[in-house]
């Protein structure tokens, strides 16, 4: 069924939702338990795990998802024993499965998914991105996320708190000038032409992505339209090291761990990476581009 056309079902998805709901608050109280008899703050145990010291408050009260690997690093850090660790990690496994579905993930709230991915690239020294759709989340102007976010709410009904989501994507980007750090970021030039945002928002976003391509820990690159495809472009992906790679869908998010998918992806990157401009080359076409919207009446 079309999200946009789901109405009629919203009410027998009720119990359902309250139950994932309920599931994610139980597996937050578990670890606050672990966490207490530790004898450690919040702030204590974030210190221990090199996270962000909202995470733990985040997901103790079930504002954000748990991962297998938070699960056995909390569990770690606080001591708990192997059965109990086995038993939380099927837990925030079943947990996952189910909140991968738009309806669920975007029911938390778009600045709650914004916070999960954040706490993602804080743990990733490569990131490498291909995006067909949009310009990456990391390179966007304050207008340009404001445009992407109000789309996102009326397309998966998510709570109305859009300016907090741009407050943490404006966050997320101060890990750009972290130079250990490394950031490879590929596009087609049809994504700098979608008018996803006013024409003045366009020209913004444009000239934040040349300011981009002068940071030396980034690489970014533009698949110009005559250069010739490796294969179709038929979605994003977001590599996190080698360690796995993000998959999103229309519906669904896949989280890629098996090597030979990361293998796959690693790839499939390399052969855009080898059509695409970058450099001078791609503030070429960067300029081409805000050339033509300037041809253009305002709006």
């Given amino acids: ?8 079902g919203e009410s027998g998805q009720g119990d359902r939702v309250s139950g994932f709901h309920q599931a994610r608050t139980e597996l937050g109280a578990r ?3 672990l966490r207490e008899t530790a004898h450690l703050s919040g702030k204590e145990l974030a210190e221990r795990l090199r996270w962000q010291a909202s995470k733990v408050s985040r997901i103790e009260n079930a504002r954000q998802a748990v991962t297998e690997d938070d699960i056995v690093q909390w569990a770690q850090a606080t001591d708990a024993s192997p059965e109990v660790v086995e038993e939380l990690v099927e837990r925030a496994l079943g947990l996952l499965d189910r909140q991968d579905s738009w309806r669920q993930r975007h029911r938390s709230g778009l600045a709650a998914l914004q916070e999960d991915v954040r706490d993602m690239e804080a743990r990733t020294t490569l990131l490498r991105v291909f995006e067909p759709g949009v310009v990456i989340g990391l390179l966007q102007t304050t207008e340009y ?6 789309r996102i709410k009326r397309l998966y009904r998510s709570p109305d708190e859009i300016d907090a989501a741009i407050r943490v994507r404006m966050r997320r980007q101060d890990i ?20 996803l945002a006013p024409l003045d928002v366009m020209r913004g976003q444009l000239d934040r992505l040349l300011a981009v391509t002068a940071l030396p820990n980034v690489e970014f690159g533009v698949i110009p339209f005559e250069a010739p495809l ?5 979605n994003g992906f977001w590599m996190y090291d080698d360690d796995h790679v993000a998959v999103p869908t229309r519906t669904r998010d896949l989280l890629l761990r098996d090597p030979d998918d990361v293998a796959f992806y690693a790839r499939t990157f390399e052969e855009l990476c080898e059509v695409a401009a970058f450099g001078e080359d791609a503030r070429s076409v960067i300029v081409r581009v805000l050339n033509d919207f300037s041809g253009q009446p305002r709006e």
């Fill in 1 to 8: 069924m079309n999200p946009l056309e789901e109405q009629a």
């Fill in 31 to 33: 670890l606050r338990h």
């Fill in 145 to 150: 996320a404001r445009s992407i976010f109000t």
């Fill in 176 to 195: 750009l000038y972290d130079q250990s750090r490394r950031f490879r970021f590929v596009l087609p030039e049809a994504v700098l032409r979608y008018r």
């Fill in 230 to 234: 490796p294969s179709a472009p038929l």
